[in-house]
């Protein structure tokens, strides 16, 4: 194996890594930042069903396997893009909404919903701290019940259903409980097989906001609320569509193994872990995790633009004034530069997105950092696309092809972590 492959830390080192240093410190932004939630869901709600129906793209067949993080909108995936500046707010009303097309609309639908990393490397707490749960493949996207009405817009803006339901004032009929101005909000997967909408968070209920809630919160919630209103009913006539919740189990071994290898009545794209104590935090968050391998999904490797795997690994990165090639984290990791004469020749302007090949030797890391990426030039990505890769879509990709983060590994893994509790515990009773 060639040096450099080995890019996941083996799960008996004990020393922090930087994707856990960074889990630490996204708990410890959440408790100091209380934001107007409320406002925050009823904004989103109002931008949900104000936006015209031609904006963003239609859906599309996907042309193959995309982003295992987010599940397909078109042709190509959009990641998340850096954050706005610290002063401006990420809601926007329902007016500057209604006015907003093409890529903006992407961008922001993106920014909404909140999007696992990949999971480079096993968490320290992953036997107490976490939620596993087999994740559906399908659309991902917010379903908004309101006056009457449900509509579900995947991540580009567009319009899945307009339909009504039987969530809280979700249709025209007589027995709506609660005002009309309430509203709810849900993080779903459509899935297209058993037209079915799993849902796997949820953003608001009734009008009460649960950005601020913990998932254990939020989780219970879901399971309780959804049963209550006969939404997980089959379709009638005032409701269109079924709702079903995905079986969530704590991350101990018999629930990793049950989400792993156990039945369920959609296809598996993956394990989604969640953390316990966290929020709902939009855009990219190291506290929501994405795995997968090829028993448990059929899209472990990005494609091509013909919807082949290709030889070598693909990356998208986004090109910045200076030449510099980044990706789409806060702060952005840079991959690279191109020199001025090559982007003059052909054309390029800050922002573009372009698509390299990564040689099979081309990524090395040193102390969790990147040091050399052997990267090569291709084209432009499709104008479908408003963002760049990730960091951790890089490294997982990667490491899929030479080095890949097994599952047996993330059994030992929670052993491991019994023990560090162990010897924690027993180090206090001292």
């Not at 922002?351 to 432009?380: C, P, Q, T, W």
Request: glycine share 6%.
């Amino acid at each position: 194996m060639a040096p450099g492959h080995d890019l996941r830390r083996p799960y008996k080192r004990a020393a922090i890594t930087d994707q856990e240093r960074r889990r630490v410190a996204a708990l410890r932004r959440q408790e100091q930042q209380r934001a107007d939630s409320q406002h925050r869901a009823r904004c989103l709600a109002s931008s949900v069903l104000s936006l015209p129906s031609g904006s963003g793209p239609t859906s599309a067949e996907p042309v193959g396997p995309v982003d295992p993080a987010e599940p397909w909108t078109g042709p190509e995936e959009v990641e998340m893009e850096e954050e706005e500046e610290p002063g401006k707010e990420r809601d926007l009303n329902a007016a500057r909404a209604s006015r907003m097309s093409g890529p903006e609309v992407r961008r922001w639908f993106a920014r909404q919903l909140m999007l696992p990393e990949w999971m480079i490397d096993v968490p320290t707490s992953l036997r107490g701290d976490w939620y596993v749960f087999p994740r559906p493949a399908g659309n991902r996207c917010f379903v908004v019940s309101s006056n009457g009405t449900t509509v579900s817009r995947a991540r580009n803006g567009s319009i899945l259903h307009h339909f009504p339901s039987a969530l809280p004032n979700g249709a025209r009929t007589k027995d709506v409980s609660g005002p009309s101005s309430s509203f709810s909000i849900l993080d779903c997967i459509f899935h297209e097989p058993d037209l079915t909408y799993y849902v796997i968070d949820m953003v608001c209920w009734r009008g009460y906001s649960l950005y601020d809630c913990t998932a254990e919160f939020r989780f219970f919630w879901l399971n309780s609320k959804l049963m209550e209103t006969g939404a997980c009913n089959p379709p009638s006539r005032y409701h269109k569509y079924k709702f079903s919740v995905v079986p969530i189990y704590d991350c101990d071994q018999a629930g990793l193994e049950s989400a792993y290898m156990g039945p369920v009545p959609y296809t598996k794209d993956g394990l989604s872990f969640y953390n316990k104590h966290a929020h709902y935090q939009t855009g990219n968050t190291p506290l929501a995790l994405m795995w997968k391998d090829d028993k448990c999904s059929q899209h472990v490797l990005d494609t091509d633009g013909k919807g082949q795997v290709p030889a070598q690994q693909q990356v998208v990165l986004e090109l910045q004034d200076d030449g510099k090639l980044v990706t789409s984290d806060d702060p952005p990791v840079i991959f690279g530069c191109l020199d001025g004469e090559f982007v003059q020749k052909l054309g390029l302007r800050s922002g573009n997105l372009l698509r390299f090949a990564v040689s099979d030797d081309g990524i090395r890391l040193v102390n969790e950092k990147l040091e050399v990426a052997n990267i090569h030039y291709i084209a432009r990505a499709s104008r479908a696309r408003a963002f760049a890769d990730s960091y951790s879509k890089v490294l997982f990709q990667h490491a899929a092809r030479h080095s890949p983060l097994k599952f047996e590994d993330l059994i030992a893994s929670l052993y491991q972590c019994h023990e560090q509790d162990s010897e924690s515990t027993d180090i206090e009773m001292a």
